[in-house]
């Protein structure tokens, strides 16, 4: 005979057998931690693209790099404020250098500031991209918890389900009855061990690969700023980008006689 009132689930639980709480117990476990790590990734993610936000604000309106690097000081979860941190202080470092190199060799301060070789710029640009390796890094720790998470979860609910059935056959052979009041206990027990397990992946997967996008799009973000100070690194403060400067200008001075004396002809 069926009950008139079929057990609930909490009730399928606590009467199931040993081996189903343990799998129970572990999916519930893996279920906390992946959305523990899910949530606080979403708020970290949603910080650092207003601090972006924030910096790139500063960084657009402001020439002086000192007043920039300043207010990137105070932006601790902006990933580009933190490379930008990277690049001027291996900027300082280079330019440091260079003038203990140019005070050895008896040379003559200079207004506009020390300027560096190509191999500084090299230097810089290896920084730059350590920093975006350790940023992506920061950003990605403990994303392969959720791929874990999704990936094996439904095997260990598929575990308890097989364990259920095997239980509730065994118990069939004992009593020596297959009717359905008998079997139903059992296997309804064993499939609450799939839907845990599902109910652990499918969340995980979802945000595993919504997360991953979101550090996909922080790392062209610093890939991006980092060719942008490369370029104002090499525009300001090499001598060979100063030169070609001075030769537009000269050449823009010698084409404007040339073309009154054309007019006056």
């Known amino acids: 005979m069926i009950p008139d009132q079929p057990l609930g689930v909490v009730e399928l639980v606590m009467q199931s057998s040993m081996m189903a709480k343990c799998v129970l117990l572990i999916l519930c476990v893996f279920s906390i931690t992946s959305w523990a790590i899910m949530l606080n990734k979403y708020f970290v993610y949603k910080a650092a693209k207003n601090e972006d936000r924030k910096f790139l604000d500063v960084f657009s309106k402001n020439e002086n790099l000192t007043q920039i690097y300043n207010s990137a000081q105070k932006l601790r979860l902006s990933p580009l404020a933190r490379l930008f941190l990277t690049g001027y202080r291996e900027l300082y470092l280079f330019q440091e250098m260079a003038k203990l190199d140019r005070e050895k060799s008896g040379g003559l301060p200079l207004s506009s500031g020390e300027r560096l070789t190509e191999q500084d710029i090299k230097g810089i640009s290896l920084a730059l991209n350590k920093s975006i390796n350790r940023e992506v890094e920061r950003f990605s720790k403990r994303l392969e918890f959720l791929a874990t998470t999704g990936s094996t ?42 839907a845990a397990g599902l109910g652990a992946a499918i969340p995980a997967v979802i945000f595993f690969n919504y997360l991953n996008n979101k550090v996909f799009v922080l790392s062209s973000s610093m890939d991006d700023f980092c060719q942008d100070f490369i370029y104002l690194a090499e525009k300001n403060f090499t001598p060979s980008q100063t030169k070609e400067a001075k030769k537009k200008t000269a050449t823009k001075k010698e084409t404007k006689p040339k073309v009154i004396e054309k007019k006056a002809k």
Do not use: D, K, N, Y
């Not at 095997?166 to 359905?180: C, D, L, N, P, Y």
């Open 153 to 194: 979860t439904p095997f260990i609910g598929l575990f308890g389900t097989v364990w259920g059935i095997m239980h509730s056959f065994r118990s069939i052979g004992v009593q020596g009855t297959a009717s359905i009041g008998g079997v139903a206990p059992g296997i309804a027990e064993a499939l609450i061990a799939t």
